[in-house]
Structures are given as structure tokens and as C-alpha cells.
């Protein structure tokens, strides 16, 4: 894992996503001034289930897969995380070790705020502790609709869904980047990975990508899904 300074590009990635978007500007100059930048290599463990806490990340750059193992080693994939998506409030709150995996599926870049700094930071100014319950909050109703979802729908249409939630980023999205690049367009999940996200086996899995391949609303590649027609992915995910 290496570091390395904070671009212009990166600020843009950040002030594109919704939650980092709408907090206030003193509090966006002081998660900054302690931030840094670090690279991880594909595969490469951002942190593991029982770690202690280290403090918060928001991905700029790449693709986390967030996943829990059993004894033997059989893998739940939970999500994956991607640009401008912040993980780690969890532990920042209840003050426990780290719940799950996070690994870099791809090269990845993460902006780190570390814990001490953390702490200084909400013991100086506890009003920030608002907008970190904003954030927290957020991921909690996706979980609530992720478990109704598993719940009451058909497998294609969690299929579609969830991958319209992913391309929004889920749903923490304000706006396009500065260089005009939506990269959530183009999600970096292998179909085996996305069935075991949405409990759906690998057969069906492909069967439901290729019927949307061939009516152009993705691309299906090793390794990635492109979205080619949003709005019509959307219509067959039943959403808004």
C-alpha cells in the first residue's frame, strides 16, 4: 500500500458524491487536512473482519468488495464499493472491531482519514457527529431495502436493480465528475461474484445478463458489466 498527494481529480470524485457534497465546508477542509491518499494493488486487504478500527475511507479510484468467510472458506459477498462511496462509519461509532472484509477487487485508491484524527476532529467540533449519522443512515435503509428485495422479488429483477443501484452509485451520487467520466457505468463484478451478492446461482445469473445483453441495455465482458441503457435497465428493475 502506498501514498500519495491529493489531485484535483480526486477533490472532483469526492465533491461529486451527495453526502460529501452537502456537509458543511469547515468540515470538509478538516477531513481533508487529515486525509491521505493510498494505492492498493488488486487483492490487497483494505482491512479484515476483527481488525480494530483505523479510521474512515471513501474509495476515489477502483472497486472494494466488501465479503465475509467462513471456516471453510466460503465467500458471502455483501457489496462491492466504488467511487465516491465512504466505508468505516460502523466502526466509528459503536467503537468495535471492523465487521467485515474489504478487498481491493481492482487498483484501487482511498482517501484515509485516520481514527486519531477522527477522534480530535468530533471532540473539537461534535456537531460533525450529524452529518456521520447522515452517512450511517444511508447505508442502513439500502440494507433494509436489500433484505425486502431478496424477499419479494424475482431474481431478474434483483438482478436489475442491484445493478442500477451500483451504477448510482448507490444512490450517493450529486453529480458527474469533473472530466465528464461517469465510471459507474462500467462495474468491475464477475457474474459469479453479482449471483453471490444476490443469492442467485451462476446459471441463472448468466442466463438474466445475456437476455439483457441482447436487448443492448449492457455489454457483458471478463470480469465487467457496461451499462449501455440505464433508463431502460431501470424500467426492468421496476424503479423510478
Known amino acids: 500500500m502506498s501514498t500519495q498527494p491529493v489531485s484535483e481529480y480526486h477533490l472532483a470524485v469526492l465533491n461529486s458524491g451527495r453526502w460529501f457534497n452537502n456537509i458543511p465546508a469547515q468540515m470538509k477542509h478538516d477531513l481533508l487536512q487529515f486525509s491521505v491518499l493510498k494505492s492498493i494493488e488488486p487483492g490487497e486487504t483494505l482491512f479484515s473482519r476483527g481488525d480494530a478500527r483505523n479510521g474512515l475511507f471513501a474509495v476515489v479510484d477502483g472497486s472494494i468488495r466488501i465479503t465475509g468467510l467462513n471456516e471453510d472458506g466460503k465467500e458471502a459477498i455483501l457489496t462491492f464499493i466504488e467511487p465516491p462511496s465512504w466505508i468505516g462509519e460502523v466502526a466509528l461509532f459503536d467503537g468495535d472491531n471492523r465487521t467485515h472484509h474489504a478487498i481491493a477487487e481492482t487498483a484501487v485508491t482511498v482517501l484515509h482519514i485516520p481514527q486519531e484524527k477522527l477522534d480530535d476532529m468530533l471532540e473539537r467540533h461534535p456537531e460533525y457527529w450529524k452529518e456521520f449519522g447522515i452517512l450511517l443512515a444511508h447505508k442502513l435503509r439500502l440494507t433494509f431495502q436489500a433484505i425486502e428485495d431478496l424477499s419479494l422479488l424475482p431474481a431478474a429483477t434483483r438482478l436489475c436493480r442491484r445493478l442500477v443501484i451500483i451504477a448510482q452509485g448507490y444512490g450517493g451520487i450529486s453529480g458527474r465528475h469533473k472530466s465528464g467520466i461517469n465510471p459507474q457505468r462500467v462495474i468491475s463484478v464477475s457474474q459469479e461474484q453479482l449471483g453471490l451478492m444476490l443469492s442467485i446461482s451462476r446459471q441463472t445469473t ?6 439483457l445483453q441482447a436487448k443492448g441495455m ?7 458489466i457496461e451499462i449501455l441503457d440505464l433508463d431502460q435497465l431501470k424500467h426492468q428493475a421496476q424503479l423510478p
Not at 449492457?218 to 465487467?224: M, N
Open 206 to 211: 448468466n442466463q438474466i445478463l445475456k437476455e
Open 218 to 224: 449492457i455489454k457483458i465482458t471478463y470480469g465487467e
